[in-house]
């Protein structure tokens, strides 16, 4: 009992070490996708050899960012699956839903293509964009959004527009807290701009408006 009362803090202290190792990762991968392991344990403050401990190659720390990166996904799409509103309202609310999480989002597909490569990135947002392209159809099939290209490509855009500005508010280019990301998704897909602020307004409880 005293050996596993003494074991504790040392648990205690490994699992404090390794999450101050993956947030300074975020941090420092953010910053140059280049950053050497040795670098990244300085900025955490911890030796090479305890960065080594929990992470043996700079693989296995970006598996771990990944799955990260996976669980906060999935988290989106079970929440927006409690959702049973319009279609331009949910598109709306899964935008906001994902902004919070969006800098492990793009940190994500800027490492894991080089590192873990392109398979492991569609395993991982699989889930995310099967929730989007459900979105679009059925609001294309509802006739709120336009119909010029099919759902799954018209996700894609989507994604690629979101990351887009994502990386924008990341560099400093503009400011924003998700609410004009989701217009923008909206009108993307083909909302007027009016009612498009006003449903982000409604899903986000902006108050001072969307717009």
């Not at 990166?69 to 994902?98: I, K, Y």
């Not at 991982?124 to 679009?136: G, M, W």
């Amino acid at each position: 009992m005293v050996e596993s009362k003494g074991r504790e803090p040392i648990r205690r202290n490994a699992r404090s070490n390794r999450a101050r190792i993956l947030a300074t990762a975020r941090q420092e991968f953010g910053r140059n996708p280049d950053v050497t392991l040795e670098e990244i344990a300085r900025a955490a403050g911890v030796v090479r050899r305890t960065l080594f401990g929990h992470f043996p190659g700079r693989a296995a720390l970006v598996e771990a960012l990944t799955e990260e990166a996976s669980q906060a996904l999935r988290t989106v799409v079970a929440g927006q699956s409690e959702s049973a509103q319009t279609p331009d309202h949910e598109l709306a609310r899964f935008v906001l839903r994902v902004w919070p999480v969006g800098d492990r989002y793009r940190l994500l597909l800027a490492l894991v293509r080089q590192d873990l490569g392109a398979q492991r990135v569609s395993e991982v947002l699989a889930p995310a964009r099967e929730e989007a392209t459900a979105i679009l159809d059925r609001g294309q099939r509802e006739g709120m959004f336009h119909t010029y290209v099919p759902s799954a490509v018209l996700g894609a855009g989507l994604e690629a527009l979101v990351l887009s500005l994502l990386e924008s508010v990341h560099v400093g280019a503009w400011e924003d807290d998700g609410t004009r990301a989701a217009v923008a998704a909206l009108v993307a897909a083909g909302v007027p701009t009016d009612r498009a602020c006003q449903v982000v307004e409604a899903v986000g409880l902006v108050a001072g408006g969307a717009c």
